[in-house]
């Protein structure tokens, strides 16, 4: 029979760009929405919507109950959960399972796995993936870590199993620090997260964030669709990202790439999935592995000329992927800015009412974005508004596009990023890809000072 309707178990851009995959491949769509979201504009073009709660996340979009209850009402036979909320639950992609809807996502062990970062990194290391030196598993006493820090030399990284965002991580520059940091970072997973399970490894001085995109068709077949680099981050939030990685060269691309996709084979994995590594003087060392569509997907999109939501659809409904690794082909520089309702430079957070808004156009341009003229941007969620998504022959090529896109686009009544695109795209190290997961930050520092 195939899917014939899907329930998008999110909102705002990436709820719009399922819904518009599954409108291509004439799938009826149900957007599901919190009060705060009535009128935005996935539920506006959904073929049907329905209110699952109040504003605050906890109530709507991260209520399982709800969901799966809209689920059945509607007549769903899948459900895509996008990024952010419950798209790496595994628990909730059982409860989907269970009740004979499809899940567009990996099979929930593979979930569970790879959302333990201390499971995930022995995993990693089983499959061939290399690894940053460290704990084989959690720490569990001071001595251990005292004996384990001095055998790996400092600094090291103290990291909680359970974390993401930067929370329940710390960098312990001397033994000295080691007993506080240890302390601490258990404290805080604890509170963040209900685990304070933490584990050590090496900590990399000035590397580069680079991913790779992979797809699984859960049966033993598995393809890389090249690397981005998204080194441009401040407090562990990606800002800018881009493919392919001013850095890696066709050569390192096709043995990481290779490896990383044989891993996925021996693994079974189903689905979109991005593992993340550092880069350091030509070395790839694994981070985790998202086990979910990236927000920054579009750039590999961009360069490859694949759908990825479209395929996530397909290999949910148990088809083959579209291609082989033979097949996939890299073109030309794409860049994505993410574009936040928030201060350029302060980064306080600026909902309210858009007045204005023009996205901007012309060729091998992309908006992604669930913004119009009117729309209210609600306190209670993530402040990512837009993504600005440009295409060119070259990386030279696709930076100038991309300064002629940002001062094209207006968002009016609310305060915007966007000046700080403007900005980077002024700086030398940004212009030349010499820039590290660290530069960001003390590029702003410099400018604050």
């Keep these: 029979m195939g899917i ?55 109530d709507s979009y991260l209520n399982v109950a709800n969901i ?14 996008g990024y952010g909320f419950l798209s790496e639950n595994a628990a909730f992609a059982d409860i989907v399972e269970a009740h004979d809807i499809k899940w567009i996502g990996p099979k929930p062990e593979h979930i569970r796995t790879m959302g333990d970062k201390v499971e995930a990194k022995r995993t990693a290391g089983k499959l061939g993936l290399p690894l940053v030196p460290g704990s084989d598993g959690a720490i569990t006493n001071l001595n251990e870590a005292r004996e ?18 930067g929370r329940g991580m710390k960098v312990v520059p001397t033994e000295n620090d080691l007993e506080s940091a240890l302390s601490q970072c258990k404290n805080e997973a604890k509170s963040a997260f209900g685990d304070d399970t933490v584990y050590i ?19 033993g ?13 401040r407090r562990h939030q990606k800002v800018l990202e881009e493919a392919p990685s001013p850095v890696i060269t066709p050569e390192e691309r096709d043995r990481m790439g290779g ?42 999109e961009m360069i490859t000329g694949m759908d990825l939501v479209r395929e996530q659809i397909r290999i949910a409904d148990g088809k083959d992927l579209s291609v082989t690794q033979e097949e996939v082909r890299f073109e030309g520089h794409a860049i994505e800015c993410r574009i936040n309702a928030e201060d350029p430079f302060t980064f306080a957070p600026s909902p309210g009412e858009v007045t204005a808004y023009h996205p901007a156009g012309g060729m091998h341009v992309r908006v992604d974005s669930g913004l119009y003229a009117g729309y209210r ?14 295409y060119g022959k070259t990386r030279e090529r696709c930076i100038m596009r991309l300064r002629r896109a940002l001062d094209e686009m207006v968002v009016g009544g609310v305060k915007s990023s966007i000046p700080l695109h403007q900005a980077l795209l002024q700086q030398d190290d940004v212009l030349s890809g010499n820039y590290t997961i660290k530069w960001l930050e003390d590029w702003l520092e410099t400018r604050d000072a």
């Excluded at 941007?377 to 402040?383: G, M």
Aim: proline fraction near 5%; charge should be negative.
């Design 4 to 58: 014939k309707r899907i329930l998008i178990a999110n909102r705002g851009e990436i709820a719009l760009r399922i819904h518009r995959a599954a409108h291509e491949m004439g799938i009826e769509t149900v957007a599901v929405h919190s009060t705060a979201d009535a009128e935005a504009m996935h539920v506006r073009l959904a073929d049907h919507a329905v209110c699952i709660g109040p504003p605050p996340a906890t």
């Design 68 to 81: 799966i209850s809209a689920a059945e009402v509607a007549g769903c036979d899948a459900i895509h959960p």
């Design 148 to 165: 384990l820090s001095n055998q790996i030399g400092y600094p090291v990284l103290v990291k909680a199993a359970s974390g993401g965002g």
């Design 201 to 219: 490894e090496k900590y990399l001085g000035n590397p580069r964030h680079i991913e790779f995109q992979v797809f699984g068709d859960g049966r």
């Design 221 to 233: 077949k598995a393809i890389h669709l090249g690397e981005r680099d998204c080194s441009l981050q």
């Design 259 to 300: 490896i990383v996709a044989s891993a996925m084979a021996d693994m079974g994995y189903r689905g979109a999935g991005t593992i993340e590594f550092l880069w350091e003087d030509g070395e790839f060392y694994f981070i985790e592995m998202n086990t979910r569509l990236q927000v920054e997907h579009p750039v590999t």
């Design 377 to 390: 941007i609600p306190p209670y969620y993530d402040s990512m508004i837009a993504k600005l998504i440009v």
